[in-house]
């Protein structure tokens, strides 16, 4: 029964599936002939409205009606842009809408009808990204253009600017053959001169400040060798002098175990010619030759009955700090100071511990000193930062060197200052790059800013730097007042002359303890005098600078001179012993050492 039911069924389907097939097809049949028929109609309507032109155009492009009708489109504005161009001439096409434009090119016409417009072109992401950073890179180096603009050139030095300079320059590098009328030694001759203390920068040395940067020319070729420097510099008797000496002496004391290093060191000889960095020159050697000859014609019969004496040495003493060109600065005034110096006399040579003098029984480690020390640094950076001049100067100078305003990877104002005086005391060329060469106006504008800035900063009695010298130089200032109150009440155990030989920055807080108002960075071989007299049991001091009297500048005697221009020495001890550390509230150097500035 389930057989035949099945059987049933398939003979039922079978005529009704092809059944259906045949209807399907039929039906396909008929709906193609009626689009045949529709399509026909609309072509026989369009050939009936439609030009010759329009057929042939039709029937070279049979792909269907959009491809037809946008073809149809640009034939009908190619002759409505001719109608236009014959009337009012060349026009710009934007989607099917017309605008005059002014008349151009029939190239120029083509290609903008070719090429949409940029506003109209949809670029991808990728050119997107690209277009933004070369819109980034055009406005950096639109910037960086607008920049060196914007700084400006250093004027010409005017007449008188230049001869300021030069006059400055000229104090500055202190040239040992120009005449000097020092006033070292005269006061009246009723006084009588007991102690008198030197304290002096070493000589003219070469740059400390290198430039690292490649294609920057800078002629660091100065001659050290005496020998030969002898022969060129004037008035150098003394170096011939002081060579014939050295070398009659070499030889026999040539194993002599005991010869500091700084004269096993000396430059004579071929291998001495070309110098090495911050070392001494011949003329820092003959500048301090010098003035240990004047200081010896000064005092000889005022401190002492005859130069002889000098040689005791109880009577002299000599310091230096550690390097090698404050000891040879100090042995060469010793050569000009001492009568027939020997080698064995640089035994008398004592080694400071640090470039304040500050004496070894004291406790000379300050807190304060350091943070003081901070303060100072940071004030000027912060000036120098924000100085408007001192910028596009030193952008000036970058460009010259490397074409761009980079001053980061030059020295500082005060390094460039120090490099191009150097170069000038010697008559050399200052710093070439294929760019262009650093000038002397580049100095003059330094060396006028720092100047400027050097007696702003100084002069603020209640700044750090007022602060500073008066803690760093208390130490030393009081031993020379402790010697000369110990010389004042007889004893005999003292010298009767010093010489310390120290640098700038030994020098600077000096000059600012004191209140001398000497804000120019000190010269090669400056020195600062005390001088100790006497008249009718009453004690006396007396300061000079580079030979120059200056005790009516010192702070504590501007209003306690004599008749005779003279300060009694009790002030300089009431200074010492109270009023300069009372400045910080404090009754010792110890306490002043712990304050938090």
């Given at each position: ?15 009704f599936r092809k059944k259906h097939a045949l209807a399907l097809f039929a039906m396909l049949l008929f709906v193609c002939a ?356 001192v910028q596009q100067l030193l952008r000036s100078v970058a460009v010259l060197l490397m074409k761009e305003p980079k001053t ?9 200052q120090e490099m191009y005086s150097a170069l000038i005391c010697h008559k050399k060329p200052l710093p070439c790059s294929p ?163």
């Amino acid at each position: 029964m389930t057989t035949q039911a099945s059987s049933c069924r398939s003979s039922m389907r079978y005529p009704f599936r092809k059944k259906h097939a045949l209807a399907l097809f039929a039906m396909l049949l008929f709906v193609c002939a009626l689009w045949m028929l529709r399509q026909e109609e609309v072509l026989s309507k369009e050939l009936s409205t439609s030009s010759v032109q329009e057929v042939q155009v039709n029937l070279m492009y049979p792909v269907g009606e959009g491809q037809y009708r946008k073809e149809q489109q640009r034939i009908v504005l190619e002759q409505q842009q001719q109608s236009f161009e014959q009337d009012v001439g060349p026009v710009e096409t934007k989607r099917g809408n017309y605008r005059k434009v002014a008349s151009k090119t029939r190239e120029a016409s083509v290609k903008e009808l070719i090429v949409p417009p940029q506003d109209e072109q949809k670029p991808s992401k990728k050119k997107n990204s690209v277009n933004k950073k070369v819109e980034k890179l055009k406005k950096k180096r639109a910037k960086a253009k607008k920049f060196r603009e914007e700084i400006s050139e250093v004027p010409e030095l005017s007449p008188v600017e230049m001869e300021e300079f030069q006059g400055r320059m000229k104090e500055y590098c202190n040239p040992p053959w120009e005449p000097v009328n020092g006033e070292e030694g005269q006061v009246n001759e009723d006084y009588e001169l007991h102690h008198v203390h030197v304290i002096a920068r070493h000589g003219d040395r070469t740059p400390m400040t290198q430039f690292n940067i490649p294609d920057i020319t800078v002629d660091t070729d100065f001659n050290c060798n005496l020998e030969t420097a002898r022969e060129k510099l004037p008035s150098s008797t003394l170096l011939s002098r002081f060579l014939a000496s050295i070398m009659a002496q070499e030889e026999a004391l040539g194993g002599w175990p005991l010869m500091p290093w700084f004269l096993r060191k000396l430059p004579i000889g071929g291998a001495a010619r070309r110098c090495g960095m911050a070392q001494l020159t011949p003329t820092g050697w003959l500048q301090h030759m010098k003035l240990g000859e004047r200081l010896r014609q000064a005092y000889t019969s005022k401190l002492v009955p005859h130069r002889a004496y000098f040689r005791n040495p109880n009577m002299t003493r000599f310091k230096s700090t550690i390097n090698s060109r404050t000891q040879q600065s100090a042995f060469a005034f010793m050569f000009g100071f001492l009568p027939r110096l020997e080698l064995r006399h640089g035994e008398w040579l004592k080694a400071a511990d640090n470039f304040l003098f500050c004496p070894s029984n004291w406790n000379c480690s300050c807190p304060a000193y350091s943070r003081l020390e901070k303060s100072k640094q940071q004030l000027y950076s912060a000036v120098q930062k924000n100085t408007t001049e001192v910028q596009q100067l030193l952008r000036s100078v970058a460009v010259l060197l490397m074409k761009e305003p980079k001053t980061k990877s030059l020295p500082g104002i005060t390094g460039q200052q120090e490099m191009y005086s150097a170069l000038i005391c010697h008559k050399k060329p200052l710093p070439c790059s294929p760019y262009g060469c650093v000038a002397q106006k580049h100095l003059a504008k330094i060396v006028a800013y720092t100047d400027r800035v050097g007696r702003e900063l100084r002069s603020n009695e209640h700044g750090p730097h007022q602060k500073l010298a008066r803690l760093s130089m208390h130490p030393l200032l009081t031993e020379i007042a402790l010697r000369m109150k110990k010389i004042s009440h007889g004893a005999s155990n003292y010298p009767k002359f010093a010489f310390y030989s120290g640098h700038d920055v030994t020098m600077t807080p000096l000059l600012d303890a004191l209140g001398l108002g000497e804000y120019h960075w000190p010269p090669y071989a400056s020195n600062v005098i005390f001088e100790m007299w006497s008249k009718a049991g009453e004690f006396f001091f007396r300061v000079l600078y580079n030979g120059q009297d200056k005790t009516s500048l010192v702070r504590f005697c501007r209003k306690n001179l004599n008749a005779d221009g003279l300060c009694p020495l009790r002030f300089f001890l009431k200074f010492v012993n109270k009023d300069n550390m009372g400045f910080f509230h404090a009754d010792s150097f110890e306490k002043a050492c712990q304050l938090t500035f």
